[in-house]
């Protein structure tokens, strides 16, 4: 059977992950002859490589490859996969990530049914905090027959997760990934969906991103600094492609405006950097790269915020970028004050000649109010006539996939929901307000507040809805993605004979005690569970146990 997609996975040393990660392939809704797994390991120095080794004869869509020399970076490893797959379409999955066994299988259905060249889900992150969502702009809805580098802001999430690809495309084209420490992803999927003419997205999760702390990567340990140095070589190479003009534009906008302004200048880390001239040197390093192909940086800046930050380093300003970047770092804690229906930033006497920085959207919660015989959750919006609104969703709190839509009406400023509507929902929640397609506004507490001698206390800045039938509000469970060797009980637990918990051993472990464990595995609903030594089962909660690192 010809297959229908490739996976293709690069590897180095992640033998905490990958039976999660290649169990994820295994329980994807499709049917395996359609699909194959490239794994290609980058001579990892752990258990790799047996891992892999050990599912071969269990698993026929899995494939492995060896490189004799290790290269350093996902690049060769991918473009291996690449001219070795045999499906019609190609999806990356790093080896530390896991895929959605309902939410991919229907986006490459999907993508099959309309012929996209490209097609969009929704990745999502996972941390020890909150589950959230990345870059919602690329699959806010079902869409099919879309021209890709038409999207908004398409290039602003130019990572693997969430994406498949015409395999054709990338052979026919000969694209690869160039060997960088970072960024080599933004440079392929410029040139890969530069050359697409029909997409498909779907907002249904279909990639999930591991940001588990005990998880490390290049990206994690390379400095602003090292990044900013593979940008200006990523900026040539993408202005060397002779892209049409609409995907010139957005390839630029994204790498000038969120790469070399937002990242590089807009965060505390600039303001604390003991030398903050590297920086400037960077900044005009681009100007010079710029100037060479006869492009104004500024007409690629689509922010007032960042058009302001531009012009102080054209200027050289740095003073007052300074003064300035300090004010936007301050977010909810910044003096701000109500204009024509807009929220403004108070800014200091020495910055009111830059553009104002306003607010795209802002919402207050004012309570419960009695109309019309019956009780009704207002909300005051403060934003210009220009901004949509799409709708209104309950999102459940530090996990932003699990969401409710729900009824509203508006007039003029006011967004009215029936309260009944509210105390029904049986999760903890925030009111989230989605405009113009995609971009979320979450309901505030407080209103702004600009005075100079008092300020107003703010506890959370965000109104939380708590269930009043649970005893408290707390994060989700967070459990082990993978396997540790070795963990510590710091809570009451029990030793089980199955991963379900139906048949519970009279041994009772200790806290404080360690356990050493030999593999992990997942329950029907797919809850991990840690396998000890003596082949016992006990939580992978991490409330409950904690890894000992020798």
Not at 150 to 155: A, C, D, H, Q, R
Not at 268 to 291: C, G, S, T, V
């Amino acid at each position: 059977m010809e297959k229908l997609l490739s996976i293709i996975v690069p590897v180095y040393n992640k033998e905490l992950f990958l039976k999660n990660c290649i169990e994820s392939i295994n329980n994807l809704n499709i049917d395996k002859n359609q699909i194959e797994a490239i794994f290609v390991d980058d001579c990892s120095n752990d258990k790799s490589q047996q891992i892999i080794k050990s599912y071969l004869n269990k698993y026929d869509f899995l494939k492995l490859v060896i490189m004799e020399v290790n290269t350093g970076s996902p690049a060769v490893p991918r473009n291996i996969g690449i001219n070795d797959a045999q499906g019609k379409y190609i999806t990356f999955l790093d080896a530390d990530d896991w895929l959605d066994e309902t939410g991919l299988p229907k986006l490459v259905k999907q993508a099959q049914a309309n012929d996209a060249d490209v097609a969009f889900g929704h990745s999502i992150k996972h941390t020890e905090k909150a589950v959230t969502k990345l870059g919602r702009f690329t699959s806010y809805k079902e869409a099919n027959h879309l021209v890709p580098y038409e999207i908004n802001k398409i290039f602003r999430a130019v990572g693997p997760p969430g994406k498949i690809i015409k395999t054709d495309i990338l052979k026919q084209n000969h694209i690869q990934f160039q060997h960088y420490k970072f960024g080599e992803d933004k440079l392929f999927f410029i040139e890969a969906i530069s050359k697409c003419r029909n997409a498909s997205m779907n907002p249904m999760p279909v990639y999930h991103v591991n940001r588990f702390s005990q998880n490390e990567s290049l990206v994690g340990e390379t400095s602003i600094i090292e990044k900013t140095e593979c940008n200006l070589e990523i900026l040539e190479e993408v202005l060397k492609l002779s892209l049409p003009k609409s995907t010139e534009f957005q390839a630029l906008s994204r790498i000038i405006e969120v790469d070399f302004i937002a990242r590089l200048f807009n965060r505390k880390r600039f303001l604390k950097h003991p030398n903050k001239e590297i920086f400037y040197q960077l900044f005009d390093e681009m100007l010079a790269i710029l100037d060479r192909y006869n492009k104004n940086g500024k007409n690629y800046i689509t922010a007032d915020k960042y058009k302001n930050i531009y012009q102080f380093l054209i200027n050289k300003e740095y003073d007052l970028l300074h003064d300035y970047v300090k004010l936007l770092t301050k977010g909810g804690n910044a003096n701000k004050f109500v204009k024509d229906n807009q929220i403004y930033f108070a800014m200091p006497e020495h910055l009111r000649h830059c553009i104002p920085v306003k607010e795209e959207m802002f919402a207050v919660y004012e309570g419960t109010h009695f109309i019309d015989h019956s009780l009704k959750e207002v909300i005051r919006i403060y934003k210009n006539s220009q901004v949509h609104i799409n709708k209104v969703v309950l999102m459940e709190l530090y996990n932003e996939p699990n969401e409710q839509e729900i009824p509203y009406t508006q007039e003029g400023n006011y967004i009215y929901l029936d309260s009944e509507t509210l105390s029904q929902c049986d999760f903890d929640f925030n009111i989230n307000i989605i405009h113009d397609e995609y971009k979320p506004c979450i309901v505030n507490m407080n209103m702004p507040n600009a005075s100079k001698n008092t300020k107003l206390k703010r506890q959370k800045f965000k109104a939380e809805f708590l269930n009043k039938q649970k005893t408290k509000s707390k994060k989700p469970a967070q459990y082990f993605k993978y396997q540790p060797l070795k963990v510590k009980v710091i809570k009451k637990i029990y030793q089980y004979k199955d991963i379900e918990f139906k048949h519970r051993t009279n041994h009772e472990v200790n806290i404080g005690d360690t356990v050493n464990i030999v593999d992990t595995e997942f329950t029907k609903k797919g809850i991990p569970r840690l396998i000890t030594e003596d082949g016992l089962v006990i939580t992978a909660n991490k409330a409950f146990v904690d890894e000992v690192i020798n």
